[in-house]
């Protein structure tokens, strides 16, 4: 990585420390020259990760005004990027009540600048096939190999029964640009044009709620339902005035929102338990009863989700 800064992007006189950790195999670096100023250079081993997708879908973010990070130099068969360097300060550092409804806000903003600038054509399908290997997670990673779960056939079919209807769901709602980890720990701000965005490389076209319930249901911080209601509800109506959506879908957008949520709960609580068992990455745990906790909070209003919601409250939160 240093002889490529050297030879192929013209640096001299630097140096190199880590910048961030990283739920992938994706490594980063802050690189600061003589004159003190500072860029990002990630490391992404080619037979793990392919940057070929972060390059394409950070243009098309900063080609509808959002601020991911210019890709200053790139050498996508070693796996590596020189970027800009949007700073350290994360949403998550940075949110309280005083400051969150400035910064979502503007998040909000950003991804309606998005959803509505961005043609997602090209990008790969949020299919059915993907919601549903997604939420498997939840049954292989953190049921069978965390909590060694073994699983009656009522409950099987439970499961079965639920994720079926999560990916109906989530395919019945408008398809727009997915960045599919909008949330505290990838959105930058103390930046003169915030926020700034990061980890969009598995952007897909797909549902329309999925973004917001992202960053509205946050996996690392939580607010209260009433709460977030309201931030909802206002982006249903930045999305009919943006275009993104129809005020005839009013009726929907509730229930597809809560249940999108679901999806991407279930999906989180595999990831995080997947992450301590297969990556040695254990700091991930800690946050599962929060994410699992969203799902039991939004039974109390959809239906659908009251046996899964047994489920967890019964046999997963206590053995966490």
Known sequence: MEKWLTADCGLSDFSLQPASEDASFRRYFRL??????????????PEKEDCAPFVDVARRLRDAGVHAPEVLAQDLEQGFLLLEDLGSQDYLGALNQDSVERLYG????????????????GLPDYDRELLLAEM?????????????????????????????????????????????????RNLMTGLAHAPGVL??????????????????????????QQQVDEWAW???????????????????FLRWFDLMGAQRHLKAAGIFARLNHRDGKPGYLDDIPRT?????????????????????SRRVLPRL
């Open 32 to 45: 600061t020259d003589a004159d003190g100023g500072t860029r990002i250079v990630m490391d992404a081993p």
């Open 106 to 121: 503007d998040a909000l903003g950003a991804l309606m600048s998005m959803q509505a600038c961005i043609d997602p054509a």
């Open 136 to 184: 498997s997670l939840f049954r292989d990673w953190l049921l069978g190999t965390h909590l060694a779960l073994e699983l009656d056939s009522g409950e099987e079919q439970m499961l079965t029964r639920t994720f079926d209807v999560l990916a109906d769901t989530a395919l019945e709602q408008p398809r727009v640009f997915v960045h599919r980890d909008y949330h505290s």
């Open 199 to 224: 980890d969009f490389q598995d952007a897909v076209r797909g549902p329309v709620t999925y973004d917001a319930v992202s960053l509205l249901r946050d996996c690392y911080v939580s607010w209260p």
């Open 234 to 252: 206002g982006f249903f109506q930045l999305a009919v005035q943006s275009g993104v959506m129809r005020e005839e879908q009013e009726k929907d």
């Open 292 to 312: 699992l906790g969203y799902i039991v909070q939004v039974a109390q209003r959809q239906q659908e989700l009251a046996p899964l919601a047994d489920f967890i």
